[in-house]
């Protein structure tokens, strides 16, 4: 019996888990077809919205409590530690990640009662979730400023919630994918053949790609590819581009002796790397017009001011990197699109700012959609 041939356009975090964890099935043919992996194909640039990411994984720290939008998080959250270890295990080292959890600082008192209530609930879920005095809040991240945004109330501490280097893991997801018999397509989709409701092969650059399944994880690219597959969709997919800054910093030692946590708040990120290596990130800028947000000064300063503010002994770090991406938004609908597109083809985009934390998530459900579709 042939196998079933199924193609992913798009080689960013998503596309990458979804081509891995399809790669275990033995009688699936995976080809991942990727326009930035032209240059080589185990190796990209970074991707347009993966480049964005800080890689912080708000899974059980997430104010989400039901339906799909927790139990994404909560597949992904669970999914992460085994993930990792498969990873390391397969390639023969590490993957870079920070599982000292995730510390948020909370800046009103009167918000205690919702995060009690919210500990309470992920404890009976099964997650930990410690809410820690100002006080105490020094204990785990002891370079945190207890007067920014006028004042500490306390903070909230999630041990379960982790960080991962969203380019390394995306290689690695690459890499290991090929390991277990994917290929990758360096090619850009030039156009797709259709046979009433399903897709039968596409056109690339490379050459005519045949496929029996198609999965769309092409961030922003996705809207224009599920209108050549789907013209008469009755709800189009429309993404908006997001942009994100940040910024890798390096101290001459880090912040701490003590193993350091993610740190959070007033939606800025403070990622620590090891050896005095920090991200700060991100800003979210979205267009004023018809075209993509383009990075500037401005918003970019004003994230750096909150975190100096946080944690005042950043202003003396040395600047190492600086980059930026754009999020796919979706418009008119909620965040991810996992969805048919047609009788053989699926929407695995629209992850916004949180494609690294559902990645495992939805490339499970791609591959049970797969697993349960017609021949």
């Not at 820690?132 to 945004?149: C, E, G």
């Not at 969203?166 to 053949?193: D, H, N, S």
């Not at 938004?329 to 695995?348: C, D, F, H, K, M």
Request: charged content about 20%; proline content about 8%.
């Amino acid at each position: 019996m042939s196998r079933m041939r199924i193609a992913i356009a798009g080689g960013g975090v998503v596309g990458a888990m979804i081509a891995y964890e399809l790669s275990g099935q033995p009688d699936w043919q995976i080809t991942l077809i990727d326009p930035q992996a032209i240059a080589s194909p185990l190796l990209p640039d970074r991707p347009t919205s993966t480049g964005a990411a800080l890689g912080v994984l708000m899974g059980a720290i997430s104010k989400k409590t039901k339906g799909r939008a927790w139990n994404l998080r909560r597949d992904s959250i669970q999914r992460y530690p085994h993930l990792i270890q498969d990873l390391e295990t397969l390639l023969d080292r590490p993957i870079p990640h920070n599982s000292n959890g995730i510390l948020k600082l909370v800046f009103t008192e009167a918000d205690r009662p919702g995060w009690d209530a919210l500990a309470a609930l992920r404890k009976s879920q099964g997650f930990e979730l410690e809410l820690l005095s100002a006080s105490a809040v020094l204990d785990r991240f002891p370079a945190v400023n207890l007067a920014a945004m006028d004042g500490v109330a306390f903070g909230i501490f999630s041990p379960q919630d982790w960080q991962v280097q969203p380019l390394a893991l995306t290689v690695a997801l690459r890499e290991a994918a090929v390991k277990r018999g994917a290929t990758i397509a360096p090619a850009q989709i030039t156009g797709v053949q259709t046979a009433g409701d399903r897709v039968v092969s596409l056109t690339t650059t490379a050459g005519e790609l045949a496929c029996d399944r198609l999965v769309v994880a092409a961030g922003l690219g996705s809207a224009d590819l599920a209108r050549a597959i789907a013209p008469d969709a009755a709800k189009p997919l429309k993404l908006q581009p997001v942009l994100g800054q940040a910024q890798r910093l390096r101290l001459p030692r880090p912040l701490s002796d003590r193993p350091e946590p993610v740190l959070t708040g007033n939606d800025i990120h403070i990622v620590p790397l090891g050896g005095g290596d920090y991200w700060v990130g991100a800003t979210v800028e979205f267009p004023a017009g018809a075209e993509p947000p383009v990075a500037d000064g401005a918003e970019w300063d004003a994230v750096w001011q909150g975190a100096i503010d946080l944690v005042p002994a950043l202003a003396q770090a040395e600047m190492v990197e600086t980059w930026s991406g754009l999020r796919p938004r979706p418009v008119e609908r909620s965040a991810p699109v996992i969805e048919p597109l047609n009788a053989n083809s699926w929407l695995a985009t629209g992850h916004y700012r949180n494609g690294v934390l559902l990645a495992p998530a939805t490339a499970q459900l791609i591959r049970e959609a797969i697993a349960q579709s017609s021949p």
